[in-house]
């Protein structure tokens, strides 16, 4: 195996903070190399200096045993280094051929665009990588997982050797991560090296040959996938062990705190999206709605917490039936409500860290005097809830927007939690955290249940649907499939129920609930 | 007094392309290079944003008003043309009038300080005040202007904080004059202490209705303020016409008001022609109010919180319609009392094209002065003293009025474009993640 690529000391260093200190990284031919740590570990500084984004203060860069210097993305492209963004970099109306021959544009007779050829080119990798999309189709019209397919062929075209790709998996569904690893795994074996950065551990195990881990700017060393397991990578993440496992004691459920009988909703673009659905959540126990994105889980909570109109059917929160919910009554009725958009719904931004942590009660004493604003009162509160939730910041003063997206979800879980509620509503609390971010949250959680408030849980992410759930409802199109006792199911029933397949079939797809699942190992 | 001509065109225009919002938020990448690095500069960077860079706006809007100067001089339009036989002269010629200029201007708007000195020393030697009125009618014709320019810039402040855009501050400021007018000369028996407040009230009330039209528009069938504002100043223009050559003309040929009664005038404090009145204290009494509103009521806050995030406020349940209403009222009544302080204070009666410019400068203003209360009188301090000191410059300096516009234009789109402010200076806050950015391919 040759070294296609080393990093060799680089240190970078912005006002105030060291953001790479020393890292070593070298790659070889033929290896899909995982760059794993926290938000805010560096991994992201690294890969724009090797993309001649930043220019490095110390260290160097070797391309195949040469020194290069790459001041810019053009270097790194001619040395046959390729990124693919988080954020896609394409022009929605233009087709795959006009974006993938775009800055590079080849003409015929001086003034032509010479798309034919390129298409062909396009047709010819995605032939060779396995790569399947059709060079004339428009980008709006593409799935998400194949426009990421475009910015793979993209890189490819411009005879990229090394690819980079940040964070690929976190715009994908469960099926289009599948199918990038199947990708990744051709293009390797088709000798191209691969750097993969990334905060989720599950995929590391599954794609890497080699991992290396980022710690507050710090290399903490490069491990094969083969001798760790995750529980040791993410303490070498985290710096400290992680509990992968939420313990949690057997649910004392007592009296009812939400019914939700035939609920009917429409979305903002007036589709019935929630169509007919019965549950209840009662104190002491955790309700999960799994299912895949989309199926009316959000509108189910919006309409829950008054965001959304009710189309049809009854709410009945704390003994009381609601017609029209407004969000402030429902907040007064002791509802707190961890919403799925935290920076759209969950924060105001530019408002400092304590004017964030009364957002729901500003007006009401102690906060409030009447009309005036206790500041005080306000900002003592803000050092409170700071310490008392862990929320990792210099001061209460700064802006939420200056927080890491894990502290930003600790600030609204402080908020809410502090607050005197009977019913959790919590949309995908853990979605885009890190590890010890999502081990905070929780424990949190439990803790609520167990304190006895009702808890109503709704994620995309089955593993913490099945750590956290006493009992689950799958939603699917609209409606609830069926509602299971946590513990007398598996991942496999949980998944046919979310593909619609109703239980009367399941016995034909063979697949029977598992009994007593007490742990659920949380991998993600 | 003062030119009150075309100054509406240029601030007006050039702000209506600035973002409406005060506060621009950098969108922070979901991963930058390190959540300590953001916030360790915060402070500095507050600093830099609202006081260093609005400073820096207005020396560099001096500067190429100052350039503009020099190539629009006839003197130095000649010394230029014979720049090869002489350059010096040229570049001479080019500066002084340069300091030709700004010295006018800035003596017309301040006065002569030598000319002040003297006037307070005669006046402890002697008793006699005529020299030291002499001396200060230049500043105390500055603050006169700085008055409305206090109370609109407020106005648009407050809606800017709620993420309304207020252009309608110019039909509400017609408006307020008018009804403060009404009520001011078509009452004759009340003694000075209820008919002040009462004709103070009544053009707050007029700017109240005039802004709460086109806020209940957007709050109940979301109509976009711009527009239904700029509907409501023609309103307004149209309407007074009607008014001033009709119910509320006074006797005899020009369409204008009777004068008002002197029990609804707003105390001077100097004789005739100094026209420093009470109504500029009260301008700043009431930037202490908005302060207090915007910062220290639950009000403001929720004012605040739906200019900031309209989703996350509805969410903590405030009621994003109501405040739209509240704010465009306030904003409103802001407005109508600079008319009304112009009328009881200054003016004393209303004519046709009595506003002037007034509201479209206080946008850009607003802008300025990051819509804070204090920064909008630092503003309404610099467009008053502008606006003072350009009758001056014209017949001293023999330059345009309309340099003013230019200026004030000039300092708008360097508020607007912060880009451009950190460019000429090397301000280097937030490189590091504007950098970000420009990644992908290309250049």
């Not at chain 1, 715009?171 to 074996?189: A, C, S, W, Y």
């Not at chain 1, 700064?398 to 600030?411: D, F």
């Not at chain 2, 605040?304 to 405040?323: C, F, I, K």
């Amino acid at each position: 195996m040759t070294t296609v690529l080393e990093l060799r000391g680089i240190t970078k260093s912005f006002p105030g903070v060291l953001a790479n200190d020393h890292i070593d990284l070298t790659l070889e031919q033929g290896e899909i190399h995982a760059l794993l740590g926290e938000n805010g570990a560096g991994k992201t500084t690294l890969m724009n200096i090797l993309y001649g984004l930043y220019k490095p203060d110390e260290g160097e860069i070797l391309v195949r045993g040469e020194k290069v210097d790459i001041h810019s993305p053009n270097d790194a492209i001619a040395r046959g280094i390729g990124m693919v963004h988080q954020h896609f970099m394409l022009i929605p109306v233009m087709t795959v051929t006009e974006n993938v021959m775009l800055g590079i544009e080849p003409t015929r007779d001086v003034i032509f665009l010479d798309k034919s050829t390129v298409a062909e080119h396009v047709l010819e990798i995605s032939k060779q990588y396995g790569l399947e999309v059709d060079p004339d189709a428009t980008i709006k019209d593409l799935a998400v997982g194949t426009q990421q397919r475009v910015e793979i062929i993209k890189v490819l075209y411009r005879s990229a050797e090394i690819l980079i790709l940040d964070e690929p998996t976190a715009v994908l569904t469960p099926q289009e991560v599948e199918g990038l690893f199947k990708i990744l795994q051709t293009l390797v074996d088709k000798g191209k090296s691969i750097i993969f950065i990334t905060h989720k551990l599950k995929e590391v195990m599954a794609v890497a040959d080699r991992i290396t881990v980022l710690r507050g700017g710090r290399t903490v060393g490069t491990v094969s996938p083969k001798k760790v397991d995750p529980a040791k990578l993410a303490a070498m993440m985290v710096g400290r062990e992680v509990n992968l496992v939420v313990r949690k004691k057997r649910a004392q459920p007592k009296e009812t705190a939400l019914t939700v009988k035939n609920l009917f909703v429409r979305d903002v673009r007036k589709n019935l999206v929630v169509r007919g659905v019965t549950f209840d959540v009662r104190k002491g126990e955790v309700l999960g709605v799994a299912g895949v994105q989309g199926n009316g889980q959000s509108e189910l909570v919006y309409a829950l917490t008054g965001l959304l109109p009710i189309e049809n059917g009854e709410i009945n929160v704390l003994g009381k039936t609601v017609r029209k919910l407004t969000p402030r009554r429902v907040l007064e009725r002791g509802v707190a409500h961890v919403p799925e958009d935290r920076q759209k719904y969950g924060l105001v931004l530019s408002f400092p860290l304590y004017d964030n942590l009364v957002l729901c009660n500003y007006y009401l004493p102690p906060f409030a005097n009447g009309v005036s604003l206790r500041q005080k009162v306000i900002i003592e509160n803000g050092e409170k809830l700071v310490k008392q939730f862990d929320i990792r910041t210099p001061s209460v003063y700064v802006n939420a927007s200056s927080l890491s997206g894990g502290n930003q979800q600790k600030l609204i879980v402080g908020r809410e939690f502090s607050r005197p509620i009977q019913l959790l509503i919590a949309a995908q609390p853990t979605r885009g955290l890190d590890v010890g971010s999502i081990e905070y949250i929780h424990n949190r959680i439990i803790e609520k249940r167990d304190e006895g408030t009702a808890v109503l849980l709704v994620s995309s992410e089955l593993d913490e649907i099945l750590a956290l759930s006493d009992r689950i409802a799958v939603m699917y199109r609209g409606q609830i499939m069926e509602i299971v006792d946590a513990s007398e199911t598996s991942k496999e029933y949980l998944g046919l129920l979310m593909a619609g397949i109703a239980a009367s079939q399941t016995a034909i797809a063979g697949a029977k609930p598992k009994k007593e699942v007490k742990e659920v190992e949380r991998v993600f | 007094m003062p030119a009150k001509k075309d100054a509406r065109k240029s601030p007006g225009s050039t702000s209506s392309d600035a973002t409406p919002r005060p506060v621009p938020q950098s969108k922070q990448p979901a991963e930058t290079s390190g959540e300590l690095h953001r916030e360790i500069r915060r402070p500095s960077s507050a600093w830099v944003d609202n006081l260093l860079m609005p400073a820096l706006a207005v020396f560099t809007g001096l500067v190429v008003g100052g350039l503009i100067i020099a190539v629009a001089n006839d003197a130095a339009i000649t010394a230029w043309g014979n720049f090869f036989q002489n350059p010096v002269a040229a570049i001479k010629a080019s500066w002084d009038a340069i300091i030709q200029a700004y010295s006018a201007l800035f003596g017309g708007a301040l006065g002569n300080p030598a000319d002040i000195v003297a006037g307070f020393q005669t006046y402890f030697a002697t008793g006699q005040t005529a020299g030291l009125y002499k001396a200060i009618y230049p500043f105390s014709e500055s603050l006169v202007l700085t008055t409305p320019y206090i109370f609109l810039g407020l106005a648009v402040a407050l809606g800017f904080r709620c993420g309304l855009f207020n252009i309608g501050a110019e039909g509400q400021f017609f408006m307020g004059a008018l009804g403060a007018a009404y009520v001011g000369y078509s009452i004759t028996t009340l003694p000075w202490f209820i008919h002040l407040p009462l004709a103070l009230f009544g053009g707050a009330v007029a700017g109240a209705i005039w802004g709460a039209i086109p806020g209940y528009l957007k709050a109940k069938f979301g109509a976009h303020e711009v527009v239904n504002t700029i509907m409501m100043n023609w309103i307004a223009f149209r309407l007074s016409d009607w008014l001033l050559n009709g119910p509320m003309k006074a006797v005899g040929y020009r369409p204008v008001t009777s004068t008002v009664e002197a029990t609804a005038e707003l105390p001077r404090f100097f004789p005739d022609p100094l026209r420093l009145n009470w109504g500029f204290p009260l301008a700043l009494v009431f930037a202490l109010l908005v302060y207090w509103f915007l910062f220290k009521t639950t009000l403001g806050f929720e004012v605040r919180a739906v200019g900031a995030n309209p989703d996350a406020s509805r969410y903590a349940g405030m009621s994003v319609m109501r405040n739209f209403v509240l704010v465009m009222t306030l904003s409103g009544a802001l407005a109508g009392l600079a008319g009304a302080t112009q009328v009881l204070g200054t003016d004393h009666w209303v004519g046709q094209g009595f506003s002037a410019g007034y509201g479209f400068d206080s946008i850009a203003l607003a802008l300025l002065g990051k819509s804070h209360p204090l920064g909008v009188v630092l503003a309404a301090l610099l467009f008053g003293i502008l606006r003072g000191g350009a009758t001056s410059m014209q017949s001293l300096a023999r330059i345009p009025i309309h340099i003013i516009s230019v200026i004030q234009g000039m300092v708008i789109i360097f508020v607007a474009a912060p880009a451009i402010i950190r460019w000429i200076y090397r301000l280097r806050i937030g490189t590091a993640e504007q950098t970000v950015l420009t990644r992908g391919w290309g250049k």
